[in-house]
C-alpha cells in the first residue's frame, strides 16, 4: 500500500514538474481552423522549433502558403512545425473559416496547423500574440509576419512579410535553430 501511495505522490510531483517546464509561449490552447477540436500548444508542441505566421487568403503575399507547405514538409521530420494563424487585422481575410480552409487545403495544399482567425497586433491582440511581441521586441507588420521559436520556447528571431520561407538567411537560421534544439534533446 505505501508503495502504491508513494508512486502516485512522485508521478503527480512528475506531472507539475513538466506542466511547469512548459515555455510561456505554448501555455495557450487553441481552436483548430474551421472546426471545433482545440490543441493545447504545450502538449502538441512543447520540445519542437516552431515558426508562428500571422497568414491572409487575399494577399500579395498568400502565395508563401506553397512555400510555408514546402518548408514544413522539408523540415517536420527534424522537428519544425509551423503554425498559421489567420488574421483580418489588415482586411485581407476571407469572412468565414470554412472560405480560409478551403484556399489554404485546396489551393495551396497546407497541411500544417492553421488554427482560428484571431487579432495579432493593437489592443486587440491575442495574448499570444502580445506575448509574441514582448518576447520578441517587434510586432506584427502586415500579413505573413513570421517569428522563428526554439525548442525552448525563446524567439529566435522574426521576420517580415518581404521574408520568404525559402530565404537564404531565414533558411540558414532555420537549420542552426533546429540543429541547436536536435543537439540539446541528444
Given at each position: 500500500?505505501?508503495?502504491?501511495?508513494?508512486?502516485?505522490?512522485?508521478?503527480?510531483?512528475?506531472?507539475?514538474?513538466?506542466?511547469?517546464?512548459?515555455p510561456?509561449?505554448?501555455k495557450?490552447?487553441?481552436?483548430?481552423?474551421?472546426?471545433?477540436?482545440?490543441?493545447?500548444?504545450?502538449?502538441?508542441?512543447?520540445?519542437?522549433?516552431?515558426?508562428?505566421?500571422?497568414t491572409?487568403?487575399?494577399?500579395?503575399?498568400?502565395?508563401?502558403?506553397?512555400?510555408?507547405?514546402?518548408?514544413?514538409?522539408?523540415?517536420?521530420?527534424?522537428?519544425?512545425?509551423?503554425?498559421?494563424?489567420?488574421?483580418?487585422?489588415?482586411?485581407?481575410?476571407?469572412?468565414?473559416?470554412?472560405?480560409?480552409?478551403?484556399?489554404?487545403?485546396?489551393?495551396?495544399?497546407?497541411?500544417?496547423?492553421?488554427?482560428?482567425?484571431?487579432?495579432?497586433?493593437?489592443?486587440?491582440?491575442?495574448?499570444?500574440?502580445?506575448?509574441?511581441?514582448?518576447?520578441?521586441?517587434?510586432?506584427?507588420?502586415?500579413?505573413?509576419?513570421?517569428?522563428?521559436?526554439?525548442?525552448?520556447?525563446?524567439v529566435?528571431e522574426?521576420?517580415?512579410?518581404?521574408?520568404?520561407?525559402?530565404?537564404?538567411?531565414?533558411?540558414?537560421?532555420?537549420?542552426?535553430?533546429?540543429?541547436?534544439d536536435?543537439?540539446?534533446?541528444?
Amino acid at each position: 500500500m505505501k508503495i502504491r501511495l508513494l508512486a502516485l505522490i512522485l508521478s503527480l510531483a512528475t506531472a507539475g514538474v513538466s506542466a511547469n517546464q512548459c515555455p510561456d509561449l505554448l501555455k495557450f490552447v487553441k481552436r483548430k481552423l474551421n472546426s471545433q477540436d482545440t490543441v493545447n500548444l504545450c502538449d502538441e508542441y512543447q520540445g519542437k522549433t516552431l515558426l508562428f505566421v500571422n497568414t491572409a487568403s487575399y494577399c500579395g503575399f498568400t502565395p508563401q502558403f506553397e512555400g510555408l507547405e514546402k518548408l514544413y514538409a522539408d523540415y517536420q521530420d527534424k522537428g519544425l512545425v509551423v503554425l498559421g494563424f489567420p488574421s483580418h487585422d489588415f482586411n485581407q481575410e476571407a469572412d468565414s473559416e470554412s472560405k480560409t480552409a478551403e484556399l489554404c487545403e485546396l489551393t495551396y495544399g497546407v497541411k500544417f496547423p492553421m488554427f482560428e482567425p484571431m487579432a495579432v497586433r493593437g489592443d486587440d491582440a491575442d495574448p499570444l500574440y502580445r506575448m509574441l511581441e514582448a518576447k520578441s521586441g517587434t510586432s506584427v507588420k502586415w500579413n505573413f509576419y513570421k517569428y522563428l521559436v526554439n525548442a525552448n520556447g525563446e524567439v529566435v528571431e522574426s521576420y517580415s512579410s518581404f521574408t520568404k520561407p525559402q530565404d537564404k538567411d531565414f533558411i540558414e537560421t532555420l537549420e542552426k535553430t533546429l540543429n541547436q534544439d536536435s543537439e540539446v534533446k541528444g
